[in-house]
C-alpha cells in the first residue's frame, strides 16, 4: 500500500506537466522538435527537447509494439513483455535503447507498483548493458549474385551481393583494403595480369562477367595509380565508373536507409576526404556535402569545420532526425567496441563517449560526428555494418 502511495505521489507531481498524448508527439515533431519516451522517477514521460509530460495512455508504436502507460513494460510484437529501466529510451519507431545493464540498481519503472504475474525477463542481449538496433532487414528472394570493386590509390576494397527484383539484398562477402593487385606492379602488363586474377576470384565464387562492376570514390580519383588502373580495366572491356561526393552520398543513402525508416530517418557517410549527409525529399535525394575526417591535414582550425558542418546537418528535416544511419572509417572504428556478436547494426555512444581516444583522423571524426549530432538533436545513431556507397551503386544497376 505504501509503494503505491509513493507511485502516485510522484505521478501527481509530473502531472502538472501535461498529458503525453500521441497527438503532443506529433504536434512537437511538427515545430521541429525530436521526442522519445524515457523512464524519468521511476515514471514513463515523453520528452520533448527539454520538456517532460508524464505518459497516460498506453501507445502503440510503428514496429507493432505497444508501450504500457502504467506498468513500465513494452509488449513486442511477438507478444513478449520487456521491462524498462530508469532512463531507458523508447524511439518513436518502437526501437528500445538500454543505457545500462538491468540490476537491483536500475531503478524500473515498475519497482512501485506489483509485478505483473506475466512480466518476462530482458532478452539476454539486454544484460550486456549495451543499447541494440533491432531492425532486421528483408532477405532477397531468388536473387542474383552482383559484384563491385571500389578502387583506391593504397588497394581494393570488394563486397559481393544478392540482389533480388524488390532490390532486397544481403552482403555474401566482403574483402578489405586488397593490396594484391598493386604489388610488383613494375609494368603496365603486371597491372592487367593482376587484375585478371582479381576479377576470376569473383567469377569463380559465382558472379557473372556482366555483373562486376568497379567504382572510383571521390576521395581516390586523384590518384595517379587509379588512373593506371581504370586505363588497364578499360583493355579488359570493364566499364570504370567514378562516382562525384554527391553521388556517392546518394549511392550511400540507397543502400544504408532500410524502407521503413525511409520517412523518419536520414544518412551520414564520413569519409576521409569529405562528409555526406543525406535524406529523401519526396522519394529523391537530398545530399549535402562537408569535411571529411583528414581535414587537419589542412590545418584547417576545428571551429570552422564544426560550424559548416552543423550548418549543413541543420537542413536536415526535422520529422528525419529519430535516427541516423551513418557508414564511414571513423564510425566504423566507433562500432567496434560496442559490437555484440555479429549483429548487423550496432548503435554508437554519443560523441562525448568517446572523449578519451587518440589519434588526430578519430578526433577530428569525432569533430564531425559531435557537429552532427548536436544540429539534429538525433539520439539514435546506427552503424550498418554490410552497407556502403558501392553496394547503393548494384542496387540502381539492372
Not at 507478444?79 to 524498462?84: A, D, F, H, M
Not at 578489405?176 to 595480369?193: K, P, R, Y
Not at 568497379?214 to 595517379?224: E, P, R
Request: include cysteine; proline fraction near 5%.
Amino acid at each position: 500500500m505504501q509503494t503505491r502511495l509513493l507511485y502516485a505521489a510522484l505521478l501527481g507531481g509530473l502531472l502538472s506537466w501535461g498529458s503525453a498524448q500521441p497527438a503532443a508527439a506529433q504536434a512537437g515533431a511538427r515545430r521541429g522538435q525530436t521526442y522519445w519516451y524515457t523512464v524519468q522517477n521511476g515514471v514513463i514521460v515523453l520528452k520533448t527537447g527539454a520538456t517532460y509530460k508524464v505518459l497516460k495512455d498506453n501507445v502503440k508504436l510503428p514496429n507493432g509494439s505497444e508501450l504500457e502507460a502504467l506498468s513500465g513494460y513494452v509488449v513486442l510484437p511477438t507478444g513478449e513483455r520487456t521491462q524498462l529501466n530508469q532512463d531507458d529510451m523508447v524511439m518513436p519507431s518502437g526501437d528500445i535503447i538500454r543505457m545500462k545493464a538491468a540490476s537491483a540498481a536500475a531503478a524500473p519503472v515498475a519497482a512501485a507498483v506489483a509485478a505483473s504475474p506475466t512480466a518476462s525477463p530482458a532478452p539476454a542481449s539486454e544484460a550486456s548493458g549495451k543499447a541494440t538496433f533491432t531492425y532486421v532487414p528483408v532477405a532477397p528472394v531468388n536473387g542474383k549474385l552482383k559484384g563491385v570493386v571500389e578502387l583506391g590509390a593504397s588497394g581494393f576494397n570488394s563486397f559481393i551481393v544478392r540482389v533480388d527484383a524488390q532490390r532486397n539484398w544481403k552482403l555474401e562477402k566482403a574483402e578489405f583494403g586488397n593490396s594484391l593487385v598493386l604489388e610488383n606492379m613494375a609494368t603496365e602488363a603486371d597491372i592487367q595480369q593482376g587484375l585478371k586474377a582479381y576479377i576470376s576470384k569473383m567469377l569463380d565464387y559465382g558472379v557473372n562477367g556482366r555483373d562486376i562492376h568497379f567504382v572510383v570514390s571521390s576521395g581516390a580519383v586523384t590518384a595517379d595509380i587509379t588512373h593506371r588502373l581504370i586505363e588497364r580495366l578499360k583493355a579488359l572491356n570493364y566499364v570504370v565508373h567514378v562516382v562525384t561526393p554527391e553521388q556517392e552520398g546518394a549511392l550511400g543513402l540507397r543502400a544504408a536507409l532500410p524502407p521503413t525508416y525511409a520517412d523518419k530517418a536520414f544518412v551520414v557517410d564520413m569519409g576521409s576526404a569529405n562528409t555526406k549527409i543525406a535524406w529523401l525529399n519526396q522519394g529523391k535525394p537530398v545530399v549535402a556535402n562537408t569535411y571529411g575526417s583528414k581535414f587537419f591535414q589542412q590545418n584547417t582550425p576545428e571551429a570552422t569545420v564544426a560550424a559548416e558542418v552543423a550548418a549543413k546537418a541543420a537542413a536536415v528535416p526535422a520529422a528525419l532526425r529519430q535516427t541516423c544511419f551513418i557508414l564511414g572509417g571513423i564510425p566504423f572504428e566507433l562500432a567496434k567496441p560496442e559490437r555484440q556478436g555479429k549483429q548487423a547494426y550496432t548503435l554508437l555512444r554519443a560523441p562525448e563517449g568517446y572523449a578519451q581516444l587518440d589519434g588526430a583522423k578519430t578526433k577530428a571524426g569525432l569533430t564531425i560526428y559531435r557537429a552532427i549530432a548536436e544540429a539534429t538533436g538525433c539520439q539514435q545513431f546506427v552503424f550498418g555494418w554490410d552497407a556502403n556507397f558501392t553496394i547503393g551503386y548494384l542496387l540502381q544497376t539492372p
